[in-house]
């Protein structure tokens, strides 16, 4: 959907600058002038929604930078989220594309039929680096890159003046602003406005050649007859500079204007605001925070050859760590990144914080397998939160750990008859110190049918392998799992 984003930014610019010029200069006698200024305005409507420009504000804050990297959550413990488009934005991609396709091969059909006519034809001359073709076709003139193909009838009658307004055309290289335009026409085929500017464009080609053949000293009167003879018939051909064309009315009317006052020119300075206010609607703000002290949060000063303290903090406790340990942690296990500014760190860390601290906060062990872990050690009847201990080894089932349970739970799960209750439910159980499952507890329900259920199966586990501390004793571990319901 990118594209088609991007095509209608591009559309919308090329229908507002297009009217612009349309109601200020397409009137104006000064042709060269107006057909630079539709090109350049083609070529911004393609290149302005490219333009985005970042600015950065910064904003007060005494509170730590946090980033948040993207991680993703493993499918056994939760559904995999379709990202699939809406069926109409497929329609719609589907449409533009075929309109662009059935554009472009009007484009190429018609050049083909040109070559095909040039080629077909017969070289009779060749003059100021134009190609001149005579075919027996009952056809107008037109001309085509270096070509100019002319009917034998129109060869042996008066083709001077035909033969400069085609030799005009090509010397302005007129045929390759055709091109552009038709290529431009094919991405842009629903905007009314790209239709419109190649007609513009065209029609101040036809201008241009008439102005050439009047420099030349042709009669205006006699050359005006010419073009009103020749205005029955049709060259056929889009890509094609033919010596008659549809806007015979505005091209004597042109013929007889006076010259448009150079001072009115500067009308296309409309180009820069209008340039200046596609850009700045674009344009996206970054709110940078800031500490105390005006000091930019993240920018860690002082002393560049001393690295800043680098803090793993895990759930049961903090540690540091250098730089070459930070990168060898794979971006999926961390949940934060803090970075604390020089008051901040100072005073929580001492010196230590001097050139600032960067503080990696690890996931919790259910978001990163979306097992909830939390470890309780017995003593003396007293239940100690695992978080203030590290144990040496965690719980294992049959060999497998939570994955293997995982499984051996998906197994034995099943919906009860009648049952469509959706949602993820928590359940915490005990490892005791001889493998036994016991406490089986519903933290967050979905149901009582499935609540019950769940409870049912795992109070029926089998033993595990319980968890140890550092001295290799046995300790008792509670474990919760989210376990999703959905219906497909």
């Not at 959550?73 to 719609?92: F, G, K, M, R, V």
């Not at 961390?334 to 008051?343: Q, T, V």
Request: hydrophobic share 45%; charged share 25%.
């Amino acid at each position: 959907m990118d594209l088609l984003l991007y095509e209608g930014k591009a559309a919308v610019i090329l229908l507002v600058f297009y009217l612009f010029y349309r109601f200020l200069l397409k009137n104006e006698t000064f042709h060269k002038f107006n057909r630079t200024v539709l090109i350049a305005t083609a070529g911004l409507s393609l290149i302005l929604p490219l333009c985005i420009i970042t600015i950065r504000k910064p904003v007060n804050a005494d509170v730590q930078s946090v980033l948040e990297p993207v991680a993703g959550i493993p499918a056994e413990a939760a559904h995999i989220t379709d990202n699939a488009l809406p069926s109409w934005q497929y329609a719609l991609a589907f449409l533009f594309l075929a309109g662009v396709v059935f554009t472009l091969a009007r484009v190429a059909a018609s050049i083909l039929s040109v070559n095909r006519i040039i080629r077909q034809g017969k070289l009779v001359a060749e003059e100021d680096r134009c190609r001149i073709v005579i075919t027996g076709r009952d056809i107008v003139p037109f001309s085509w890159m270096r070509y100019i193909v002319i009917s034998e009838k129109d060869w042996e009658g008066m083709h001077d003046v035909i033969l400069i307004h085609e030799k005009a055309h090509i010397a302005m290289r007129h045929s390759l602003d055709v091109l552009l335009v038709d290529v431009l026409s094919a991405f842009q085929w629903f905007n009314p406005a790209v239709w419109m500017l190649r007609s513009d464009l065209q029609e101040i080609h036809e201008y241009e050649a008439d102005e050439a053949v009047l420099n030349a000293g042709a009669d205006i009167k006699e050359y005006q007859y010419l073009l009103i003879k020749k205005a029955v018939g049709k060259s056929g051909y889009s890509v094609a500079n033919s010596f008659n064309h549809s806007i015979l009315k505005n091209r004597i009317t042109m013929m007889s204007k006076s010259k448009s006052p150079l001072s009115r020119r500067l009308r296309v300075l409309y180009l820069f605001p209008l340039v200046g206010l596609c850009i700045s609607l674009q344009a996206k703000t970054v709110y940078v925070p800031t500490g105390e002290n005006n000091q930019k949060v993240g920018i860690l000063k002082k002393n560049d050859a001393q690295p800043p303290l680098y803090i793993l903090r895990q759930v049961w406790g903090d540690e540091e760590i250098t730089k070459e340990e930070l990168d060898k942690i794979e971006s999926s296990r961390i949940k934060k990144i803090e970075i604390l500014n020089d008051a901040t760190a100072i005073q929580k860390y001492g010196e230590r914080g001097t050139n600032g601290v960067i503080v990696v906060t690890m996931k919790m062990p259910q978001e990163l397998d979306e097992i909830v872990v939390v470890s309780y050690l017995r003593d003396k009847d007293e239940l100690v939160p695992f978080y203030l201990v590290k144990p040496a080894t965690m719980p294992t089932f049959q060999g497998e750990g939570m994955a293997g349970f995982s499984r051996w739970l998906n197994e034995r799960i099943q919906r009860p008859q009648g049952c469509s209750h959706q949602g993820t439910m928590e359940v915490s159980f005990v490892v005791g110190t001889d493998g036994a499952v016991k406490d089986v507890t519903v933290h967050k329900s979905v149901c009582e049918e499935l609540d019950a259920m769940v409870v049912s199966i795992i109070e029926k586990s089998p033993k595990w392998e319980p968890a140890t501390v550092s001295s290799g004793h046995p300790a008792e571990q509670c474990l919760t799992i989210p376990i999703v319901f959905e219906i497909r």
